[in-house]
């Protein structure tokens, strides 16, 4: 079945420490993007990539890289740099183009700053 | 920038009677607006979209969407809620027309609590 794998599920971390989190998609879509939800705030735009080796940054892209250099993976970067890490983070994927694209998303990535 | 307001934290409605979750919406030019459902620890499913034509919009699981422009407003409704309907319900719009690309802005979200 098509879909987006996010990995690990749980994630934690020591102050000071980068983290990588994956995500693949086997959609054949052409669009990317990371979401960080807080409770009580919604879901806040990281980063997104509308076509491989290009990325724009979102609302809250401190503390945060990422890099697009296959169609299918969006690995998402937390540097020590940013400064409330604790989150649950979402990755999605749509067919892109600027259209009313319908945004298909992974299970997510909790991350806990010990 | 585009945006959108979830008025409501929490809605509590008994099995069986109708519900109704909260949107109001900020955009310039045509709106593309989205509702989408996330169970616990789950991201996010798609409901339904509104882009134009019919004001009322039909989605999965019994969902559907009420566009009013003089309100701006799109609410999500069901005739009859069941308990396992509860879950947080997002609204959403799309943004980044300024630079041509197409990304979504959410609301907070509203928590639906069904009880039996």
């Known amino acids: 079945d098509g879909g987006i794998t996010q990995s690990p599920k749980y994630l934690f971390r020591k102050e000071g420490q980068n983290v990588t989190l994956s995500c693949e998609q086997n959609l054949n879509h052409d669009a990317m993007y990371w979401y960080r939800q807080d409770p009580g705030q919604g879901l806040r735009l990281i980063y997104y990539s509308q076509i491989v080796n290009d990325f724009q940054k979102g609302d809250i892209a401190e503390g945060y890289s990422v890099s697009r250099e296959k169609k299918e993976s969006f690995p998402l970067t937390v540097t020590s740099a940013q400064k409330n890490p604790t989150a649950f983070y979402l990755c999605?994927?749509?067919?892109?183009?600027?259209?009313?694209?319908?945004?298909?998303f992974g299970a997510g990535s909790r991350l806990t700053v010990l | 920038a585009q945006s959108v307001a979830q008025p409501e934290d929490q809605v509590n409605v008994a099995e069986g009677n109708p519900l109704t979750v909260k949107c109001t919406y900020s955009?310039?030019?045509?709106?593309?607006l989205f509702w989408y459902v996330q169970y616990p620890n789950r991201g996010l499913q798609f409901l339904l979209k509104?882009?134009?034509?019919?004001?009322l919009v039909k989605g999965s699981y019994g969902f559907e969407a009420e566009f009013n422009k003089s309100q701006t407003s799109f609410h999500l409704k069901k005739p009859s809620a069941l308990v396992s309907d509860s879950a947080l319900y997002f609204c959403a719009v799309r943004d980044g027309v300024a630079s041509g690309y197409s990304t979504l802005t959410f609301g907070k979200g509203t928590m639906l609590l069904v009880s039996p």
């Open positions: 509104y882009i134009t034509g019919d004001n």
């Open positions: 999605a994927s749509s067919r892109g183009g600027f259209g009313a694209n319908v945004l298909t």
């Open positions: 955009v310039s030019g045509n709106p593309y």
